[in-house]
């Protein structure tokens, strides 16, 4: 199965739940955006990283690399593996110089070891396909943000009320503001009517 590279594209506040974050990947060579909902303490690890800030004490991601390289282990690869019931799955692909194993990970704690280890982070069609949102250029077939907004506040559970050209439109609207948390409720909802 062909891989597909990914880098992240950013990080916000999830508004839907309390004390998690959403994560997002973009493609390297394209225009699909992967948004995973992640813990504080992971984000925070990888916003760190992200930032090159140093800490007094190292952070249980830090003990992990200083760990793996004392005893000559390297991370060449993340792999973002499995996409089910809404929950990633994640591998590392580790190697010792004479032997390669895989390990199961939380995408998150994946995600926040990639860094440290400066290797790349991949995944499958499959998984975008289930679980990405497609970044538009051209919105102009679009109804207007006005219009969009004219209309109730939506809650997770009203998007079953909606035509499928309405909850696309709405889809692109919400890729289009990097409201990805959104965006990802409405792909959910047009994928359970496919």
Same mark, same amino acid.
């Given at each position: 199965?062909?891989?597909?590279?990914?880098?992240?594209?950013?990080?916000? !506040?999830? %508004?839907? %739940?309390?004390?998690? !974050?959403?994560?997002?990947?973009?493609?390297?060579?394209?225009?699909?955006?992967?948004?995973?909902?992640?813990?504080?303490?992971?984000? %925070? =690890?990888?916003?760190?990283? @992200?930032?090159?800030? &140093? $800490?007094?004490?190292?952070?249980?991601?830090?003990?992990? &690399?200083?760990?793996?390289?004392?005893?000559?282990?390297?991370?060449?690869?993340?792999?973002?593996?499995?996409?089910?019931?809404?929950?990633?799955?994640?591998?590392?692909?580790?190697?010792?110089?004479?032997? %390669? @194993?895989?390990?199961?990970?939380? $995408?998150?704690?994946?995600?926040?070891?990639?860094?440290?280890?400066?290797?790349?982070?991949?995944? !499958?069609?499959?998984?975008?396909?289930?679980?990405?949102?497609?970044?538009?250029?051209?919105?102009?077939? @679009?109804?207007?943000?006005? $219009?969009? /907004?004219?209309?109730?506040?939506?809650?997770? $559970? =009203?998007?079953?009320?909606?035509?499928?050209?309405? @909850?696309?439109?709405?889809?692109?609207?919400?890729? /289009?503001?990097?409201?990805?948390?959104?965006?990802?409720?409405?792909?959910?909802?047009?994928?359970?009517?496919?």
């Amino acid at each position: 199965m062909e891989k597909i590279r990914l880098e992240i594209i950013g990080m916000s !506040y999830s %508004q839907s %739940q309390s004390g998690a !974050y959403a994560l997002i990947l973009g493609e390297k060579e394209g225009k699909r955006r992967l948004p995973i909902i992640i813990g504080g303490f992971e984000a %925070q =690890s990888i916003a760190i990283e @992200l930032e090159k800030i &140093k $800490t007094p004490r190292p952070l249980t991601h830090d003990l992990f &690399k200083t760990f793996a390289e004392a005893y000559n282990i390297h991370i060449s690869e993340v792999i973002i593996s499995k996409f089910s019931e809404g929950v990633f799955y994640a591998v590392l692909v580790c190697s010792n110089g004479k032997k %390669q @194993l895989e390990i199961d990970s939380r $995408t998150s704690d994946a995600i926040a070891l990639a860094l440290r280890f400066g290797c790349p982070v991949y995944t !499958y069609e499959s998984i975008m396909v289930a679980a990405g949102i497609m970044m538009e250029e051209d919105p102009e077939n @679009l109804k207007s943000d006005e $219009t969009m /907004e004219q209309g109730p506040v939506m809650e997770e $559970t =009203s998007y079953s009320e909606y035509s499928l050209e309405e @909850l696309t439109q709405m889809l692109h609207s919400a890729v /289009e503001k990097e409201e990805y948390e959104k965006a990802s409720r409405i792909r959910d909802e047009i994928k359970k009517r496919n």
